[in-house]
């Protein structure tokens, strides 16, 4: 494990609120900086949470990848991470709760020359949106999948998540969780992701790394990011501040590139094995779609590459 | 305004179902995304969609669930589609937050429904018109929406095609409210050529980039679009937001925007309204239907009428918005309004709104499973006539 | 044409729903009269029982459903047993000799019947009975024009069964105008030994 990383304060997009958006002589100094709405700062997330610092490997990453921006759209649902839409300066929809990856399947499907980045939380992904993911990584569509997990429910105040190790606390589970949680990484090769990696907020190089790779293969790819949630599951699991998760996911992480994927479940005070899980090859589900309509229509398929109407 | 392409038109005189017929409707209309969860009575209009897309250029896709169907057609509108999902009850049910979305987000797409006896699984297989209220109010909030209502296959495909030109023109989620009789009864369907089928372009901005206002709304209160991919680099939000696009939560954003999304369909009530109207000059007593039964009460008025009572008619083809002010100038002439519908009495608490007093409301309610039997309408029309 | 009601039933997979499409479409677009066809779904429509109906007028039709046919095409003895009793008094009954035995027939329906399953089978497919079936159905009734039936057949089956299909048509056109000139005496023709399993 490298220990490159900076303080997440530092990295993290800072307050801005004096530059106009539209300003063209503004130079910014944060070479991401042209990737965020700047005049939508201050954000909304706390101090030491773990979100900006994932939008800030986002932003460096989309630089890497020299993708065309304007052919970039994100796709969030609702709760912290889902405010991520709102703040990058890139074709975004702020959804409803669970159903970011539907959403991006359609624009997905209708404008396929999109790169089309779903980023959100676990709570999310996983809980209200499970069906949804599991259904787009057997798909195998062309869907770029961000999940912060910071293993509550933020925007409601901290509230039991499909992701809760077992023994933490929660507003609602407030004799700690007796639930056992997903293992994410597992259940996305379960069900058909062909890239699947996790990292924390203190791995921002490698983070950064693994969004370049996502954006540069195709079929759905999944990355957790675990974040500290400083104002709600740290403070209530007396694991500290922002700085005290960044220096417990050092000492906790363990790079296994490859590991298999059932034996990277986490647990409350245990290991927090990283790295990239799968990279594999399917289908993607568009080649698929248009490849059986091509040899049972001939010359009767209609394939248009983007649906756009008059 | 421009015609409907060619490649979607399925011109010629057909013997075709309701359900197909508005699948033909939205070809027609340049729909070319759809997606759907099976469910009866309403899947055969997804299954003749799979089967004809392909070949005229378009994507289908059965999601996951309702949820996610309703809310992947919305995905599609906003890179440039237009699009809609199928469903039916329970369905319906389950899409009712991305109606709320699709209303809130300006998303014009169309939501078909093809009402079936509930609540919950209630007759998968039978008519009812039940779902009519929730049509209009089943998403929190505040809202309105357009809402229209066949009762023939010839109507699904041509309302199909309104539906779609109403989303586009409102920037609302338009809703065609059929029954199972409409969808499931087989008749005559005549498809025009498509340079006979008007189609209301998507109102996309001309404004560059660095000038367009994703909300930002225009004369008759409706924003112009803009697509993914294009440069503009835009945010949509279901919170309330302002012209921007950006969150805006506070009251006064809250009231600039709902009434607005309000106030752009009230607006236009009058042009909207659309309904049938017959005998109604000279009339004691209107009979005011839609959909299927609007074909049962015609009958039941024809028999009232042989034995002399002056009884007229008025169908509702638009529902939603209600068309009160039309209502209201009958009730002033007659002595009664006769509802029936295939529920427990929805449309007739409007029409009783509407009515203001001016004249007796008569609800005759039928639970559903069937259609009424044109003798319960008719006993209704000789009671208030006496 | 006045308003004819007719209910066409059998048992799922001998293409009672496509008989009563041929019928309303003859008379929709190509008799310019109206039709309208209702069938039953679900569950309850797979397999076993297999019910359409179709309505025809010179006027536009209101009430959708058929309440006492004037006609009743029976193609098993169940549909028989389950419809009989809703047929007008004084209407026509026209059913498959070989799987429906005619019996407590109230006074005043008209019977006919034909093999329909024997004469497909001679055209080399069984399961064009129901086209035989509208044949006889359009000799018989004579309410639409021959040559809207067949047209109706042409443009309702698949392109490659076409020529067989109305070759069915014709077969079960000509076994009805035999019918009406007394060749066959369907009324006697009824047998009596067990039905035949099918499907």
């Known amino acids: 494990m490298t220990s490159q990383a900076r303080d997440p304060a530092e990295l993290g997009p800072r307050p801005e609120a004096e530059v106009p958006a539209e300003s063209c002589d503004y130079q910014p100094e944060n070479p991401v900086e042209q990737f965020l709405r700047t005049d939508r700062m201050p954000h909304i997330w706390c101090p030491g949470c773990g979100i900006g610092t994932t939008v800030n490997s986002f932003a460096r990453a989309l630089l890497e990848a020299k993708l065309d921006l304007d052919r970039v759209a994100v796709v969030s649902g609702i709760g912290c991470t889902g405010r991520v839409a709102g703040y990058v300066r890139l074709d975004s929809f702020h959804t409803t709760h669970g159903r970011a990856i539907p959403f991006a399947t359609g624009l997905k499907l209708a404008n396929p020359n999109l790169t089309v980045v779903v980023y959100s939380g676990d709570g999310d992904l996983f809980a209200i949106g499970g069906n949804h993911i599991i259904h787009a990584a057997r798909r195998n569509l062309d869907l770029k999948v961000i999940c912060v997990n910071n293993f509550v429910y933020g925007m409601t105040g901290g509230q039991l998540a499909p992701t809760t190790p077992v023994g933490a606390l929660t507003t609602t589970t407030p004799y700690g969780c007796y639930e056992p949680a997903f293992n994410l990484p597992a259940l996305m090769d379960a069900a058909g992701a062909v890239y699947v990696a996790r990292w924390t907020s203190f791995h921002v190089r490698q983070l950064t790394r693994a969004m370049v790779d996502i954006f540069r293969k195709k079929g759905f790819c999944f990355i957790e990011v675990l974040t500290p949630c400083p104002s709600l599951f740290q403070r209530k699991n007396r694991m500290g501040e922002g700085l005290d998760a960044m220096k417990y996911y050092k000492e906790k992480s363990k790079v296994r590139h490859g590991a298999p994927t059932s034996e990277v479940g986490l647990t409350i005070d245990g290991d927090i094995i990283v790295g990239k899980f799968v990279d594999r090859e399917r289908p993607e589900f568009l080649d698929l779609l248009r490849s059986q309509l091509a040899a049972q229509l001939g010359d009767r398929y209609v394939e248009v590459e983007h649906l756009v109407c008059s | 305004m421009p015609h409907a392409d060619p490649r979607g038109v399925l011109t010629g005189v057909h013997f075709m179902d309701g359900d197909h017929a508005a699948c033909e409707g939205a070809l027609a209309a340049g729909a070319r995304f759809a997606a759907g969860y099976p469910i009866t009575p309403s899947t055969e209009i997804v299954e003749r969609f799979a089967a004809r897309i392909p070949t005229v250029g378009g994507v289908f896709i059965q999601m996951e669930d309702e949820l996610a169907a309703s809310i992947a057609i919305a995905g599609a509108v906003w890179a440039g589609a237009k699009a809609f999902t199928v469903t039916s009850g329970p369905g319906f049910s389950l899409m009712m937050e991305h109606i709320g979305f699709a209303v809130m987000t300006e998303t014009p797409c169309v939501f078909m429904n093809v009402q079936r006896g509930g609540p919950s699984t209630g007759l998968p297989t039978l008519p009812a018109q039940a779902d009519m209220m929730q049509a209009r109010w089943g998403s929190h909030g505040d809202y309105e929406i357009i809402a229209l209502s066949p009762n023939s296959p010839q109507e699904c495909f041509d309302l199909a095609v309104r539906a779609f030109n109403l989303a586009e023109e409102f920037r609302v989620p338009v809703m065609l409210m059929m029954d199972e009789v409409v969808g499931h009864m087989t008749e005559k369907v005549v498809i025009p050529p498509a340079e006979q089928i008007e189609i209301y372009p998507r109102r996309h901005t001309r404004l560059p980039p660095g000038q367009y206002k994703p909300y930002a709304p225009g004369p008759d209160l409706v924003p112009e679009m803009a697509h993914a991919g294009e440069g503009y680099r835009f945010h949509v939000t279901g919170l309330t937001h302002d012209e921007r696009g950006y969150p805006s939560m506070n009251a006064a954003a809250q009231d600039r925007l709902v009434k607005r999304l309000k106030a752009k369909i009230t607006r236009a009530a009058d042009r909207l309204a659309c309904y049938e109207e017959e005998g109604t000059e000279d009339a004691d007593v209107v009979v005011i239907s839609y959909g299927i039964t609007s074909r049962v009460a015609q009958r039941a008025v024809e028999m009232a009428r042989a034995r002399g009572v002056r009884v007229g008619r008025l169908r509702l083809i638009t529902v939603w918005p209600f068309p009160t002010r039309q209502i209201r100038a009958l009730a002033r002439r007659v002595k009664a309004l006769v509802v029936p519908e295939l529920n427990l009495g929805q449309i007739v608490l409007e029409v009783e709104r509407a009515a203001a007093g001016q004249a007796e409301t008569i609800s005759v309610p039928h639970a559903g499973g069937s259609v009424h039997a044109p003798e319960q309408i008719l006993d209704a029309i000789m009671e208030v006539a006496k | ?199």
Do not use: C, W
């Open chain 3, 1 to 199: 044409m006045q308003l004819t009601e007719i209910r066409v039933a059998g048992f799922g997979g001998q293409g009672v729903m496509l008989s009563a499409h041929i019928i309303g479409k003859a008379a929709a677009v190509y008799q310019g009269a109206y039709a309208t066809m209702t069938q039953s779904f679900g569950p309850e429509a797979r397999g076993g029982a297999a019910s359409a109906q179709v309505i025809l007028s010179d006027k536009p039709i209101l009430y959708p459903y058929v309440t006492r046919p004037d006609v009743l095409i029976a193609m098993s003895q169940e549909a028989y047993s389950r419809f009989l009793p809703e047929l007008k008094p004084g209407g026509l009954l026209l059913v498959e000799s070989d799987l429906v035995r005619v019996s407590d027939l109230p006074a005043g329906i008209r019977v006919h019947s034909i093999p329909a399953t024997r004469l497909a089978e001679e055209l080399g497919r069984r399961m064009v009975l129901n086209v035989v079936m509208v044949g006889f159905f359009g000799a018989i009734t004579a309410l639409l024009e021959p040559d809207a039936l067949r047209k109706a057949v042409i443009d309702s089956v698949p392109p490659a069964t076409r020529d067989l299909n109305v070759r069915a048509f014709e077969k079960g056109f000509e076994y009805g105008l035999n019918t009406l000139h007394g060749e066959h005496h369907a009324e006697s023709e009824h047998p009596s030994l067990p039905l035949e399993a099918h499907d």
